[in-house]
């Protein structure tokens, strides 16, 4: 196995994969162990409450943040930042860890849909219901992965802190929007959208650390002794300067 492959597995492969099981094991202690137990007894009610309170403006509202964490938008979007990034910094390791980063979260998402089968919740459905199960939310998970991977990106380049507080509070606040949209429109039970903050965010997190982390080296490991690349350090014969 290559140098690479192997930190592949190690700092990516690996951990999206615990993330997976995880996943899983939280999905059957929701739907098959603690269902009866507080607060999950109270989920329905949850639901319930917002659809009594569902009105013209905020179904319009709803729509739209529904609409930001839709696949067919999450794909444009992540698409042309990736490309925003790459034609910007001149450099694949931003791009890169976007598209890893929301990738890593669908898979876990599509995996986790298969192994654990919850019902929507028992209200009216505003959306038309995609075939997968209601646990964890896709909506949510990809918002989560994309939006806060953006601040993320935008917080470390911003010079000042009210620049970081300013890309975490405006672009940490779509994925609320449509964690609240997706139980508003029938679509989720409260903790369906809570576990999709859990996915995306330790997407952002693993991918962070794999690829936007400066200090690891991917490829084969320097020897001591040895010269980086590009002759930045003299031969041991040359002469002393100054």
């Given at each position: 196995m290559s140098a690479i492959a192997a930190q592949v597995a190690k700092r990516v492969l690996l951990p999206v994969t615990l993330l997976l099981a995880f996943m899983v094991l939280l999905g059957l202690l929701v739907t098959r162990v603690l269902d009866d137990v507080w607060p999950f007894t109270v989920?329905?009610?949850v639901n319930r409450g917002l659809a009594a309170d569902r009105t013209g403006g905020w179904n319009d509202v709803s729509l739209v943040f529904s609409t930001l964490a839709s696949t067919q938008l999450i794909v444009v979007v992540t698409v042309l930042v990736a490309l925003v990034l790459r034609l910007v910094l001149h450099r694949w390791r931003e791009p890169l860890f976007l598209c890893a980063a929301v990738t890593a979260q669908a898979l876990v998402f599509l995996l986790t849909t298969m192994a654990i089968d919850r019902q929507r919740p028992a209200v009216?459905?505003?959306?038309?219901?995609?075939p997968t199960s209601s646990f964890p939310s896709g909506h949510t998970s990809a918002s989560v992965a994309l939006y806060v991977g953006i601040a993320l990106l935008l917080a470390l380049r911003a010079r000042s802190t009210a620049g970081k507080v300013?890309?975490?509070t405006l672009l940490v606040l779509v994925p609320v929007g449509v964690a609240v949209t997706r139980m508003y429109r029938g679509m989720h039970h409260p903790s369906d959208v809570v576990a999709s903050f859990v996915n995306g965010g330790t997407c952002v997190v693993i991918m962070a650390r794999a690829v936007l982390n400066r200090s690891l080296t991917w490829g084969r490991a320097k020897l001591p002794g040895r010269a980086p690349a590009g002759g930045d350090t003299p031969p041991a014969h040359a002469p002393a300067v100054g």
């Open positions: 989920e329905d009610t009216e459905h505003m959306d038309v219901s995609p300013t890309w975490w």
